[in-house]
């Protein structure tokens, strides 16, 4: 160290103020580190129940908003391309009403060509029916001569020949008849499948097709071409664990808010239980859920809210439980009393 006056030591003075110097970098680097540890409101308000079942016993459970009718897929009977799109997300639809269309032009061209048969079988029956006269005039004029020596034998078959060629030619041109008006009846019927009708009165909810757009009887996408449901009224299916289904007081009504917005709350009116308990496939995102549990799932109608609920919506529900147990048991302390004095 002989850039150092002789009289200061390294080691004795300059090393520890480098120390010390570190020291206080490091604490405040860690100080300045330390995540911000103070209480602030959560952003969405947590679910609560409120009324009467705030201090009484309940069953908690999540669900969703789902179409009183239940989503219906709309697929097509035949494939090609849509010709034409009726509808868009939204629109409120009666049954029977138009969806969209496929492109029909080569069923049209089937008809037009099963109208021409038809016309031509026609014409056939009427030339086997005015040939089939003839002969049998023919014949009847041979068979009126009285002297056989005036008419040969032979012409006489040869006119009963002509007579049988034409009722069988008069058979095959209506046999081809039923087969034309047969076809034509065929291609007017899948012409109507080309046209997508609503199966039932409802609001479309998805449109995942676009004119020009080829569909598939197969569904090629994965995706249904339009989803519809019945949206009034509106229905909640709510999982109740199997563990709390013993609980809950069936056919009560529910206290129902939306995910995040727990100062919404409205009454939902019950509505059925499914008869099976199902596993549970409708997740929370919550830390403690539990996905290895059965559900039974609970309907209940929503009343109208102006928007409040939406069809694939989360919601959070509380439902009155059980009190016979209750009160059965405050009945029989008294019995209880009486046989523990005597």
Do not use: C, H
């Not at 008809?111 to 023919?138: K, L, M």
């Not at 004119?211 to 449901?229: A, D, Y």
């Not at 008869?275 to 539990?290: I, Q, Y």
């Amino acid at each position: 160290m002989a850039l150092l006056p002789e009289n200061l030591s390294f080691s004795r003075k300059i090393l520890p103020i480098i120390a010390v110097a570190g020291l206080l970098l490091a604490i405040v680097f860690i100080w300045n580190g330390l995540p911000d540890r103070e209480l602030s409101e959560p952003e969405n308000e947590p679910p609560r129940a409120t009324g009467e079942l705030a201090n009484s016993a309940r069953v908690a459970g999540a669900g969703l908003v789902e179409p009183s009718s239940e989503i219906v897929d709309i697929g097509t009977a035949l494939s090609g391309l849509v010709s034409d799109l009726r509808v868009q997300p939204g629109d409120y639809v009666e049954k029977g009403q138009v969806l969209f269309t496929v492109d029909d032009r080569a069923v049209r061209a089937r008809i037009s060509e099963t109208q021409a048969a038809i016309g031509e079988a026609r014409a056939a029956i009427s030339e086997a029916q005015s040939a089939r006269a003839t002969a049998q005039r023919q014949l009847s004029l041979y068979n009126q001569v009285e002297d056989p020596a005036a008419v040969s034998r032979a012409e006489v078959i040869r006119a009963q020949g002509d007579a049988d060629a034409a009722n069988s030619r008069l058979k095959v041109a209506r046999a081809r008849l039923s087969a034309a008006q047969a076809a034509a009846g065929s291609a007017r019927t899948e012409l109507g499948r080309l046209t997508v009708r609503a199966p039932m009165a409802g609001e479309i909810l998805e449109v995942n097709i676009r004119p020009g757009e080829f569909v598939s009887t197969m569904g090629g996408s994965g995706l249904p071409f339009i989803r519809m449901g019945e949206t009034r009224p509106l229905y909640i299916r709510v999982d109740i664990d199997e563990s709390e289904v013993a609980r809950m007081d069936m056919g009560a009504s529910a206290i129902v808010s939306p995910r995040g917005a727990a100062g919404e709350q409205v009454e939902a009116k019950f509505v059925r239980a499914e008869p099976l308990v199902v596993p549970k496939r409708s997740l929370t995102n919550s830390a403690s859920e539990r996905v290895d549990v059965r559900v039974l799932q609970v309907l209940y109608e929503l009343p109208e809210t102006d928007g409040l609920f939406r069809v694939g919506q989360q919601i959070d529900a509380f439902i009155p439980a059980k009190t016979t147990n209750t009160k059965k048991a405050g009945q029989a302390k008294p019995a209880d009393s009486e046989a523990e004095a005597q």
